[in-house]
């Protein structure tokens, strides 16, 4: 088939590496403050819960965002598309999904921080297991072509809305169950109901799509923006009714509030992914913003899969400096972290930026094309 070049939007890099920033600030609370101090219900601490709530909703739409793209530039080039579509989601599912227990070790059990037994902490749902299943669950939708945006939209509002029910069954615990519904509490991000968020990306980078062959992109935005903020409105809306709006604002300092999303909840939060979206190709793709802080964002958006493992790391290391006993159990005050803040994300910075410059001639060297006629 001819082969047509798709471009890679920076605004997906940087929205990305937003993402990555909102999680590092977060965990840099989570492990840095001592939660036994006043200061753990600090307005700073908070404030800083809330924002970094964004994180996981906002990196989950753009997996499904960018599992629509490649599938798009896929059915453009590849003489066998569905077939590529499926080996390449399904593989890398699997391998994402397998990462998560390496990550689970090293976090959690080399030593135990939290002094549970090695089975409790090493089988935690951390989100790579969720985007691990999200994608092989992909491999089998996304190859349907056409089809698949509809499909996905079912799934989506299914995992959001059935989430509550799933959760009140009363059905003997497995580890399977644990994967699915995440009880106990051990298990962060279940499926029900934080698989909504991939699911809705994917049917997101579809409108995205149609709007680019119409070379509309600027409308679409704009549309981006107005449906963002139609649903953080009416999930408001919805809260405030139902009188369940302290279920948003318990999201800064209750863990059951966040990982058990409900499905108002669900739409505040992704209309908050599609205004970042939209903000960002704003600023990024119309007026071109190439600052520091740009570059940087999109940076942490390359190297999300390193800066995920390298900032959990740079907390272990500073468990020998009396800085953290692991997690929730810091030694520092909540202005103190916030002081910390700054050398942390330089010193992400400086590191992503290193591990894209070697990255690239080395994945050259790996994958260069053989002269012609060799064997």
Known sequence: MEERKIPRYAFIDAARGLALLAMVVVHAFDFW?????????????????????LAAPLFLFLVGFNVF???????????KPGTEIFMRNFFRGWAIFFSGYIFNYL????????????????????????IGLCLVLFSFVAPLGRYSVGLCLVLALFFGSFGPVFWEMKLPPSYFLTLLRGLPMEAYFPLFPWAFFPFMGYCGAWAFSRAHKGENLSGFMGMAFMAGSALIIGSLGVLVLEGRLVNLLAMAYDEK??????????AFWLGMAALSLAALYHIREVKQARGPVMRTLEDFGKAAFFLFFFH????????????????????????????????????CAFVCRGWLTLRVPLLKRLYRERPQGAP
Not at 38 to 49: C, I, P, R, Y
Not at 257 to 265: C, D, I, K, V, Y
Request: contains cysteine; glycine residues 6%; aromatic residues 14%.
């Open 107 to 130: 976090m959690f059990c080399l030593p135990d921080t939290k002094g549970h037994p090695l089975s409790e902490t090493f089988m935690i749902v951390q989100i790579l297991h969720l």
């Open 312 to 347: 959990y790391l740079v907390f272990r290391f500073t468990e020998p400096l009396g800085l953290t006993r692991g997690w929730y159990q810091g030694t520092l005050s909540a202005p103190l972290v916030a002081a910390l803040l700054p050398f942390l994300l330089v010193l």
């Open 257 to 266: 509030a966040f990982f058990h999303m409900e499905l108002p909840l669900l």
């Open 69 to 79: 793209l490649s599938a798009r530039k896929i059915r453009i080039s590849a003489d």
């Open 33 to 53: 403050m001592d939660t036994q101090s006043e200061s753990f219900g600090s307005f700073l601490w908070k404030g800083a819960n809330f924002v970094g709530s």
